[in-house]
């Protein structure tokens, strides 16, 4: 089994941006897909960005489309996800979590989670 931390939320100015990053340890985590999801205040968690095993593949939800970019290094056993002009909307705990397929996660299906990480945005 994959362990999973997440790192560098915080407070941000609207418009600014953010990177977080997830840590992974154990040998199978080259041959995960890996993701991130959030939960907002009041609001269900949600589906964020997913990437393939080998980083060739990746999928995006329609709120932080050409906004949001995912990317690992499996050298370092490292996913991040980047996100420029960032709203108050994106106020959210952000979770790393690993799955057998990036399109598996993007449907919500993962096997492992992170604690998570808190972003907020304001103005």
């Known amino acids: 089994q994959v362990q999973l931390v997440e790192s560098g939320g915080g407070s941000v100015q609207a418009g600014g941006s953010l990177r977080l990053s997830c840590a992974g340890s154990g040998r199978t985590f080259s041959s995960d897909a890996m993701g991130w999801f959030r939960q907002a205040p009041g609001k269900e968690r949600e589906f964020v960005a997913s990437?393939?095993?080998?980083?060739?593949?990746?999928y995006y939800a329609d709120s932080v489309k050409d906004r949001g970019f995912i990317s690992r290094d499996n050298d370092k056993n490292m996913m991040y996800l980047q996100i420029d002009s960032l709203k108050p909307d994106d106020t959210a705990v952000y979770y790393c979590?690993?799955?057998?397929?990036?399109?598996?996660?993007?449907?919500?299906?993962?096997?492992?989670w992170g604690r998570g990480t808190q972003v907020t945005v304001s103005w």
């Open positions: 979590a690993s799955g057998r397929r990036s399109y598996d996660l993007s449907q919500g299906n993962a096997e492992s």
């Open positions: 990437i393939s095993w080998k980083g060739t593949m990746t």
